[in-house]
Nanobody, 121 residues
């Protein structure tokens, strides 16, 4: 069993910044990929940015140059620093992690409950 707990969402003005955190706990041998997706009203869920255990990242074009993901492997925690926020960034942000629970165990996909980010004047 693995749990992901997000924090840091809230209301921010356009151009502002916000930092999201996601901490994983439970039966964790290794987290391969960890990161963030978001879902805005009327839209499908999309990748924001993720990071693997070696530090390589993937990101959506809409956040390039504005969002930065980082990871603390010792804490099983991932952060998303969001700068120059735009109204179109408004969404529920979900933490996601691919977790291996044992040496030879399968990798399972876990999701947090989501945290609301609202960018508005």
């Amino acid at each position: 069993q693995v749990q992901l707990v997000e924090s840091g969402g809230g209301l921010v003005q356009p151009g502002g910044s916000l930092r999201l955190s996601c901490a994983a706990s439970g039966s964790i041998f290794r987290i391969n990929v960890m990161g963030w997706y978001r879902q805005a009203p009327g839209k499908q869920r999309e990748l924001v940015e993720n990071i693997n255990s070696g530090g390589s990242t993937n990101y959506g074009d809409s956040v390039k140059g504005r969002f930065t993901i980082s990871r603390d492997n010792a804490k099983n925690t991932v952060y998303l620093q969001m700068n120059r926020l735009k109204p179109e960034d408004t969404a529920v942000y979900y933490c996601n992690a691919d977790v291996r629970s044992s040496w030879f165990g399968a990798v399972n996909d876990y999701w947090g409950q989501g945290t609301q980010v609202t960018v508005s004047s």
